[in-house]
């Protein structure tokens, strides 16, 4: 059984900065790509970014790039998302999951955690 958990959601201002991490729990960490996903309401959940089981490359949502960073601590299960330059348009619920495969960790996942909400004011 595998258990994702996220923390480090909160209240920032359009311009400020927050980082996110998720610990795993009950699989090999380092053997599993990472992603994150964000799901605003009334809205589909989408891609954010990933990063491949060594943390030596990323991918990252056009609307992230640049202004969002992945990366991952295999000693500590963790993988960490900090994000500059928010936007009110990143406000969402913010989801990391665990995949089988890097290349199609856009589309397919494993496992889930329940996500932390970030919310950018303007």
């Known amino acids: 059984q595998v258990q994702l958990v996220e923390s480090g959601g909160g209240l920032v201002q359009g311009g400020g900065s927050l980082s996110l991490s998720c610990t795993a729990s009950?699989?090999?960490?380092?053997?599993?790509?990472m992603g994150w996903f964000r799901q605003a309401p009334g809205k589909e959940r989408e891609f954010v970014g990933a990063?491949?089981?060594?943390?030596?490359?990323?991918d990252y949502a056009d609307s992230v790039k640049g202004r969002f960073t992945i990366s991952r601590d295999n000693a500590k299960n963790t993988v960490y998302l900090q994000m500059t330059s928010l936007k009110p348009e990143d406000t969402a619920v913010y989801h990391c999951?665990?995949?089988?495969?890097?290349?199609?960790?856009?589309?397919?996942?494993?496992?889930w955690g329940p996500g932390t909400q970030v919310t950018v004011s303007s």
């Open positions: 990063i491949n089981r060594s943390g030596s490359d990323t």
């Open positions: 999951a665990i995949a089988p495969r890097f290349e199609t960790i856009r589309t397919f996942q494993d496992y």
């Open positions: 009950g699989r090999a960490f380092s053997w599993s790509p």
